[in-house]
């Protein structure tokens, strides 16, 4: 585990060649299953040839081949349409929001075209890439852009969100438009989080369309009811300071799948060498390889002692995540030991991110040496230090770590301190989150992007030094220098936030042994119960692009026996799309939710060990009321479909999940009901 400790960065190679999903048929029940038709995603370059020479501007349009038909560009306005191959048109984006000015000549180029706004400085470029239309902005003066204007669409029906795992959302559904699911309030940025991809895409009756936003700093999204219908609108801030001088959205023509967006963004991902692999992280760190079939816990009190490494054994529990916070009492060598024997990961939580006074620091994790504190502070515009986390301390700089870290090696000394136990695996807290952060110091200056590039950089040197790297809600940029994240299956509702701060509610950080904020059950509000969990809404876009990339798990603050009501969902939802549950145990809980942890990664181990580094490749809706689900991983290794209704259907019973693995005869029945507490 040597190079843990240098400084040495680099990048994954991702997976070589493109990933490509085939769909495997379209037996739709009701006109509603859907498959993943990739057809309309598939490769056209700019190369020469027939889609090249067919690019040409006039009259004040620029028409440009993409795969499906052709997307025409109003130069004036910036408002997009698409002519489908099957016939009829599309509006993609309707004129764009910010005042742009009289356009400049057009000029056209290699596959497409170029022209100015004068008044803006803009330049824009509008080209095919890969049978997408690629429009890509570049601004000599900063200033915003309010564009494009999705949804806009008579034929509109659905939008498709990278909310945490994904939503597929009516865009008529009067419950989304209300300020309460956070939609129509403040834009999400693309860059900090807010979503787990920085796509979004519409369904246009049996058509749709995929939105990408490479340039995601300094983009954010919003959206607005317009007659009735969810309009979303992206904009781009042109900040030279910031570095986001540059802008680029793609547009794909897709099949109107609810996971086509994900599987355009994988495409992507893949064409640009930033796909990673679990299969290639394992060949190169077998350890990675325990994840497959592995639940995940954190561990409290007893359950962290070797007694409570044998009794998860004895239940059966074959594979296991073990984590447990860094604090006074951290797993000591021997449970460490006991927990590898029986083929478990087991890992601290850690942060790079927080900075206090180490006299009064109130985690060991934001006690630094030296003047880290205050020195390290991220600084605002305005000259004072960016307030930590829950108003505790300060954001430490990345910039100032990785200028400091070739000689002075305090986040090596801190990881060697950390897994001294013999831990194999690490939990990096919000560095993959995509909260970045623009310094102003003079002493470590940096921009948000050279923000992120530093996390990569160390989360990289992490990975290579043989630990099991997992981190915060993982946004897709991440995929390739973490194995597993904690948060990206959660589609967070924005009344979540509020309860969780409501103590007497979901409970404070008393008593240190089992802390109420993680073993107090908590009955959500039914809306954002709703909002969250109710099946119909929910469909695996992260999944359908990073599935095979990147194991990922609901937040860790949201344990499986947090939510009680929600159970039963929750196990439904993660077999369906192949995913863990996450667990918090204590001495008390090991005893009590123990045979329940056990039977249900009993059925989930041998699913998720033949198919947890394949894609998902398929996944539909088989009845009207979308209550009936099916997803396919590889090509056909496995089949799940899941009834999330009250009657039997598709020769699954009501609130059970059925799996069926390549080669096997009968497939495997879980009713979650039966075995949860």
Known sequence: MRSIFSTRSGTHSGTPGRTHTRPRGRAAAHGLAVGLALAALAGCTTAAGAEVSAARAGDGEVTVPVRGGTAVIDTASLAVRARPASGGELELSAPAATDLGRPGPVNEIPGGARWTYPAKQLTVTAVVERGRLRVSMAAGQDGEVRWPVTGTDASATDLQLPRGEGLNIPVRDAFWSAPERGLTGEPMDLGSGALTMPMWGYTYGKRGASYLVPTDIGTSLGFASDRGGLRGTATHSFVSGDDTRAYTVTFALTDGSPVAPAVDYRDWLSEHGRLGSLRDKIRANPADGKLLGAFHAYLWGDARTPQGMAELRELGASRMWLGYDAGTDPMSARAVSAAKKNGYLVGPYDSFANGQDAATADSPSSAWPDRVYPDYCVIDAKGKPETGFGNRGCYLSSQAFEQAEPTKHYLADRTR???????????????????????????????????????????????????????????????????????????????????????????????????????????????????????????????????????????????????????????????????????????PTLKQDGPELAALQKYFAPLHEKAGTERLTSFRWLTADRAVQRTVFGDGVLTVTANFGTTASHGVPAGCVSAKLKGEGQPRLLCPGKVVR
């Open 417 to 587: 301190h950390m897994v001294a136990n013999g831990a194999d695996s690490y939990f990096l807290d919000v560095d993959a989150a995509g909260d970045l952060f623009r310094d102003h110091s003079p002493q470590h200056r940096m921009t948000k992007a050279q923000d992120r590039a530093h996390r990569l950089a160390r989360m990289k040197r992490l990975q290579d030094g043989g630990l099991v790297l997992g981190s915060e809600s993982a946004g897709g940029w991440a995929n390739q220098v973490v194995s597993f994240d904690h948060g990206s299956a959660t589609p967070v509702g924005n009344e979540l936030w509020a309860l969780q701060r409501n103590k007497e509610v979901w409970g404070g950080y008393a008593p240190e042994k089992a802390p109420k904020t993680f073993f107090k059950p908590v009955d959500l509000p039914a809306d954002l119960a709703r909002e969250m969990y109710d099946p119909k809404y929910r469909i695996p876009l992260y999944e359908t692009a990073l599935h095979g990339s990147l194991v990922n798990v609901e937040r860790w603050e949201l344990s499986f026996g947090k939510l009680p009501r929600q159970k039963q969902t929750r196990a439904l939802l993660a077999m369906l799309y192949n995913v863990p549950l996450n667990y918090v145990l204590d001495g």
